[in-house]
């Protein structure tokens, strides 16, 4: 099974899109899946809230885990991410129609009644998985050590 499967499977287990992304690379990144799920669950549902996807937030999560680093040191490390971040960020947006939960579902998912749509819809099941699928390739499309500015 490969990752964007993987994903996809946490996914429908009852993961949310952020932990499916980030839990399907925490083994390379030297994250225990439990630390990976902690993580990334306020980042659901649009980090709670319908915003930002959380698929997005799962696979620019492990983009810093890749090449990310802090301080005055992690200048050009935060550089490297950044402009990993702001390539996968269009090409997610470009692929998925935008990179925002209420867009991309054309609902509010942290509404009951965007739950109640979405559901009805099958957003969730079709929209939802897509939008995994696609934030795991290009975390490997984009991400790659070997890609690093």
Avoid: W
Wanted: charged share 25%; net charge negative.
């Amino acid at each position: 099974m490969d990752a964007k499967e993987r994903a996809v499977g946490l996914f429908r287990d009852g993961y949310n899109c952020s932990q499916a992304v980030l839990t399907v690379f925490a083994g390379e990144l030297g994250l225990s899946e439990d630390a990976a799920v902690r993580l990334a669950t306020g980042f659901g549902v649009g980090l709670s809230h319908g915003a930002v996807c959380g698929a997005v937030s799962g696979a620019v999560m492990v983009l810093g885990l890749r090449h990310g680093g802090g301080g005055p040191e992690g200048l050009e490390a935060k550089r490297t991410t950044y402009a990993l971040a702001q390539e996968f960020m269009e090409l997610f947006t470009e692929r998925m129609g935008g990179a925002v939960c209420a867009r991309i579902l054309g609902c509010d998912p942290s509404t009951a009644e965007g739950v109640k749509e979405a559901r009805e819809r099958g957003l969730f099941e079709n929209v939802c998985t897509r939008a995994v699928e696609c934030a795991v390739e290009l975390v490997d499309e984009v991400g790659q050590p070997e890609r690093a500015f």
